[in-house]
DNA sequence: TATTGTTATACTCTATAACTATA
DNA sequence: TATAGTTATAGAGTATAACAATA
């Protein structure tokens, strides 16, 4: 029984959208994980050629998103992490010849990275094996629904991403 | 340039839908990331004297979602993490009296987690913030699309943990 | 014999600090 | 002096394998 209904004017009542909010957060974060760590992202590598190396995919798939080449900095921003991290992961992907350093023309002191062919099949074959099985899952969905969520979903990370954004500036 | 349209029958053309999700693929990530991992979840933690124990506020948060007391692996399974990394993070939370283990009646093998008074405390207000946090960011949203984003991703989330059970199930 | 959980071990992910080179 | 990146190191996160106890 609510505590806090000071009154209920009409049977549609619109209930604290915080209490969808609060059911909405650990799927959040189920839904992250299985995209970041599961199984299924394990078995999308595995299918692209790219091992076991979870954080080395995430550095392709940003250079791919963002279709251009990223400086080290751009990168771990994108990614959340540090720049360290990152350095380390480019070291492994130019090992493999799945990405290449090339020269910044506007800063010396930096270096561009840039998906290889073989790094930019790899992440293809990645992306498409992960978007096939996301799509069978909203395959018996309404077109509607499915508009709407990857509108509704898109919108509300890109509010957060700003957020965090200002949350790290005011941190500094 | 696009190189797979046949036809282009009307101004709404209903485009391919997964377009879209390819796009959606990496503002998961990130939104999972922010959830599991970012600078927000931690100054939760932090605001709600929990340390800096990331994976042991997630046996704490799955508790509170389950509203029951729970076995090691069911929490394993809820988390999507192995056996014996949850073993480990009970047994700090218990040391921490943050939860306590309790026989089962059913079981004897198995123990239930359930977290203390201070567990719960501290558990409800790591919740708090995250949700005060979240609910500041959809302030500005109109109420229905608040209502379809939160509706749509839990049944976004739910049939993709189906799912995700179904990969393991045919794996074994 | 199968299942629940624990212990032991190792590998991956990520951060902090100290440093180098260029701006 | 500030910024981009690297190297070195340490700690958290997580998995696998071998085991114990109970079903």
């Known amino acids: 029984m ?5 009154e209920s004017p009409e049977a549609h009542e619109p209930e604290d959208p915080r209490l969808g909010l609060l059911a909405a957060l650990p799927r959040i974060s189920r839904l992250g994980a299985a995209v970041n760590r599961g199984r299924l992202v394990e078995r999308a590598a595995e299918h692209a050629g790219l091992g076991r190396d979870r954080s080395a995919v995430g550095v392709l798939v940003a250079l ?3 279709g251009k080449p990223l400086r080290i900095g751009e990168i771990a921003d994108r990614m959340q992490v540090v720049g360290p991290h990152i350095t380390r992961q480019v070291q492994i992907l130019e090992k493999r010849d799945l990405v290449h350093r090339i020269p910044d023309p506007h800063d010396a002191r930096a270096r561009l990275i840039e998906p290889s062919d073989a790094g930019t099949e790899a992440v293809n074959r990645y992306l498409a094996f992960l978007l096939g099985w996301f799509s069978d899952a909203l ?3 309404p077109r509607q629904d499915r508009d709407d969520l990857v509108r ?3 919108r509300f ?11 790290d500036d005011e941190e500094t």
């Open 139 to 141: 395959a018996d969905w």
């Open 157 to 167: 990370a890109d509010d957060v991403t700003t957020r965090l954004a200002l949350l």
């Open 152 to 154: 509704l979903l898109a």
């Open 64 to 66: 791919h998103t963002a």
């Open 2 to 6: 609510p505590t806090d209904s000071p």
